[in-house]
């Protein structure tokens, strides 16, 4: 199976940085996703990382290791609007698209 | 559509009764997924619909689900004789045949059975 996982919450300061960890098996992985999910909303895609590395976008950005199942997902400048729950979800090889989703992280951006 | 759509947005129903929930995906995407989603929990895969046909069913947690996608586009969502476990988020999403760069999630209907 795909064990994914995350810290259930997390509390950073407005304008700050914060990285959020995920950690997953790597037998039949194939790829890791993040996604952001808004109380009560539907999760919305972040990023998407294959190949080892740091794929950077905006604010956003993600990392990851395949040898060592570590992944992570960095903020910068955050805003109030940031906090949310963060979700990882690994792919695996021959699951067609079918992701499979840790807990999530509730991160809280305070003034 | 522009986006996915799901009906209704909130479902309240008694214990044993049946529920249909629908999606409408994007137009033109291929893969429809059916995800649930409890109450601080992560999305949990149900069903995975390539065209017409169900890809892979191993989600479903017994045999009172079943979904359906007969002309390629609508799915529906069918949950017999519903038990109060059953109350959740579903959740739908779609994406482009050979998309890897993630899918499209749907508002989801919020099932709660009484």
């Known amino acids: 199976g795909q064990n994914i996982d995350q810290p259930t919450e997390m509390t950073a300061t407005e304008g700050a940085i914060v990285q959020i960890n995920c950690t997953y098996q790597?037998?039949?992985?194939?790829?890791l996703f993040w996604y952001q999910q808004h109380a009560g909303e539907a999760p919305t895609f972040l990023s998407y990382?294959?190949?080892?590395g740091l794929e950077e976008k905006g604010r956003f950005s993600s990392f990851l290791s395949r040898s060592k199942g570590y992944s992570y997902l960095l903020l910068k400048e955050l805003q109030m609007k940031d906090s949310a729950s963060y979700l990882c979800?690994?792919?695996?090889?021959?699951?067609?698209?079918?992701?499979?989703f840790g807990t999530g992280t509730q991160l809280k951006v305070e003034l | 559509g522009a986006g996915v759509s799901q009906t209704p947005s909130n479902k309240v129903t008694e214990k044993g009764k049946y529920v249909e929930l629908r999606c409408d995906p994007i137009?033109?995407?291929?893969?429809l997924y059916w995800y649930r989603q409890s109450l601080g929990q992560g999305p949990e895969f149900l069903i995975y619909?390539?065209?017409?046909?169900?890809?892979?069913d191993s989600g479903l947690p017994n045999d009172r689900f079943f979904a359906v996608r007969p002309e390629g586009s609508v799915s529906t969502l069918k949950i017999q004789r519903t038990e109060r476990g059953d109350s959740a988020v579903y959740l739908c999403?779609?994406?482009?045949?050979?998309?890897?760069?993630?899918?499209?999630f749907g508002s989801g209907t919020r099932l709660t059975v009484v």
């Open positions: 790597t037998s039949g992985f194939n790829g």
């Open positions: 137009s033109g995407h291929t893969a």
């Open positions: 999403a779609s994406s482009p045949q050979g998309q890897d760069y993630g899918y499209t």
């Open positions: 979800a690994g792919l695996l090889t021959g699951g067609g698209n079918k992701l499979t």
């Open positions: 990382n294959v190949l080892d």
């Open positions: 619909f390539q065209g017409t046909g169900a890809a892979d």
